[in-house]
T-cell receptor
Framework: TQLLEQSPQFLSIQEGENLTVYCNSS?????LQWYRQEPGEGPVLLVT?????EVKKLKRLTFQFGDARKDSSLHITAAQPGDTGLYLC????????????FGQGTTLQVKP | GAVVSQHPSRVICKSGTSVKIECRSL??????MFWYRQFPKKSLMLMAT?????????EQGVEKDKFLINHASLTLSTLTVTSAHPEDSSFYIC???????????FGSGTRLTVV
């Protein structure tokens, strides 16, 4: 069974600080996605990484896919209170089922 | 972009009753939709894969007789929680994959409270 281990699970930082969230697996994923979820809402897709070693930037967010496609990271520069939320990595397990499995999630709180 | 509408957003029901949750893809056809359950401050747990015109595929440990899934059309899947009990209280979320895309669009979720 493919698993995604996400760390840290909780992060509370001050506005302006940088942070990195990690998503690791012992298995290879064809792609990984990062979502952000606010309380009472469904997850919203931030990015999909497909190629090993790929780096994608979304304003102050930088996403990286590991060379071996077993891990990914999300780095936020100069965090803002508006970045507060639950960040989830997800990927399709083996086989062409269309399913997604999720990491445990990282709850980020950015204090003003 | 792809939009998935989920209804209702909140529902409170009495123990023993059944509740139906709808998931609609508004601007695209979804032959496959997915139902997740999420506990407070936890991640999403896949419950089942809903297949248009055929039986749903349930994940291990999910009771198919309790969580009935119907995918009657290419734009609508329903999840019915039968004979609900307080332990079924949770946040239920559906998702659908747009044709030719890697990303999945999620509904806004349904907060079910069983009293």
């Amino acid at each position: 069974t493919q698993l995604l281990e996400q760390s840290p699970q909780f992060l509370s930082i001050q506005e302006g600080e940088n942070l990195t969230v990690y998503c690791n697996s012992s298995s290879v994923f064809s792609s990984l996605q990062w979502y952000r979820q606010e309380p009472g809402e469904g997850p919203v897709l931030l990015v999909t990484v497909v190629t090993g070693g790929e780096v994608k930037k979304l304003k102050r967010l930088t996403f990286q896919f590991g060379d071996a496609r077993k891990d990914s990271s999300l780095h936020i520069t100069a965090a803002q209170p508006g970045d507060t939320g639950l960040y989830l990595c997800a990927g399709p397990p083996g086989g062409n089922t269309g399913k997604l499995i999720f990491g445990q999630g990282t709850t980020l709180q950015v204090k003003p | 972009g792809a939009v998935v509408s989920q209804h209702p957003s909140r529902v409170i029901c009495k123990s023993g009753t059944s509740v139906k949750i709808e998931c609609r893809s508004l601007d695209f056809q979804a032959t496959t939709m997915f139902w997740y359950r999420q506990f407070p401050k936890k991640s999403l747990m896949l419950m089942a894969t809903s297949n248009e015109g055929s039986k749903a595929t349930y994940e291990q440990g999910v009771e198919k007789d309790k969580f009935l899934i119907n995918h009657a059309s290419l734009t609508l899947s329903t999840l019915t929680v039968t004979s609900a009990h307080p332990e079924d209280s949770s946040f239920y979320i559906c998702s659908a994959q747009g044709a030719g895309s890697y990303g999945y669009t999620f509904g806004s979720g349904t907060r079910l409270t069983v009293v």
